[in-house]
Nanobody, 115 residues
């Protein structure tokens, strides 16, 4: 079994920062891409940022220049540094990994940006 545990969400004022972490554990042979998705109430889940095994990244247009995704392969961990947060970034953020066999999802962590 593979488990993903996310942390780092919370309530922050507009303009503030948060750092999300996601640790993968269990029977993992190799992790290929790792990513963060988000889902706001009444909206579809959307890809926020993704990083490949070689370190190539891509971002949702609305977060470019504010969010940075990174990974620590030795720790099977992916991070999302979120700066200059806006109310429209409010959502449940989900971690996703692609392994050699299948993809896995975390349980989600709430991020609320409000004054």
């Amino acid at each position: 079994q593979v488990q993903l545990v996310e942390s780092g969400g919370g309530l922050v004022q507009p303009g503030g920062s948060l750092r999300l972490s996601c640790v993968a554990s269990g029977s993992i042979f190799r992790i290929n891409a790792m990513g963060w998705y988000r889902q706001a109430p009444g909206k579809q889940r959307e890809l926020v940022a993704r990083i490949t095994g070689s370190g190539r990244t891509n971002y949702l247009d609305s977060v470019k220049g504010r969010f940075t995704i990174s990974r620590d392969n030795a720790k099977n961990t992916v991070y999302l540094q979120m700066n200059s947060l806006k109310p429209e970034d409010t959502a449940v953020y989900y971690c996703n990994i692609d392994t050699t066999s299948r993809g896995y999802w975390g349980q989600g962590t709430q991020v609320t940006v409000s004054s």
